[in-house]
Nanobody, 128 residues
Framework: QVQLVESGGGSVPAGGSLTRSCAAS????????EGWFRQVPGKAREVVGA????????LYADFVDGRFTISRNNARNTAYLQMNNLDPEDTAVYYC?????????????????????WGKGTLVTVSS
C-alpha cells in the first residue's frame, strides 16, 4: 500500500524559509513522479511543482518564480520541497503526491487528479 507521510509544516514570517519532506513507502519510489500541491481554503488545489522519475528537469508553477526547490533522495524514498522567501500569499495547505511514471508536464499536473496517491497535507502559514 502506497503511503506518503509529510513533515515540516508550520509558521514563518514573510521572507522566511521552510522545508517540507515527504517520506514514501509501499511502492518503487524511483519509478514515481513526486509532486507538490497546495490549497488555499475556498480555492482549488493547484500544482506547485513536480520531480519526475525520468531525471527530466523539475517542473515548477509560474508563481514559484525561483523561490522553491523540489528534490528527491531515492535512497531514502523521500521527496523535499524547500521554500525560500515566503510570502503571505503562500499560506496554504501543502500536499505531496505521487504517481507511477515520468511523462508528466506542468499542463497535465494542473489536473490534480492525475496523481493517484496523496499525503494528508500540512498547513504552512506565512505571517506579514
Amino acid at each position: 500500500q502506497v503511503q506518503l507521510v509529510e513533515s515540516g509544516g508550520g509558521s514563518v514570517p514573510a521572507g522566511g524559509s521552510l522545508t517540507r519532506s515527504c517520506a514514501a513507502s509501499g511502492h518503487s519510489f524511483r519509478s514515481y513522479t513526486e509532486g507538490w500541491f497546495r490549497q488555499v481554503p475556498g480555492k482549488a488545489r493547484e500544482v506547485v511543482g513536480a520531480i519526475r522519475s525520468t531525471g527530466a528537469p523539475t517542473l515548477y508553477a509560474d508563481f514559484v518564480d525561483g523561490r522553491f526547490t523540489i528534490s528527491r533522495n531515492n535512497a531514502r524514498n523521500t521527496a523535499y520541497l524547500q521554500m525560500n522567501n515566503l510570502d503571505p500569499e503562500d499560506t496554504a495547505v501543502y500536499y505531496c503526491a505521487a504517481q507511477l511514471g515520468g511523462s508528466f508536464t506542468l499542463a497535465t499536473l494542473q489536473r490534480v487528479d492525475v496523481m493517484g496517491y496523496w499525503g494528508k497535507g500540512t498547513l504552512v502559514t506565512v505571517s506579514s
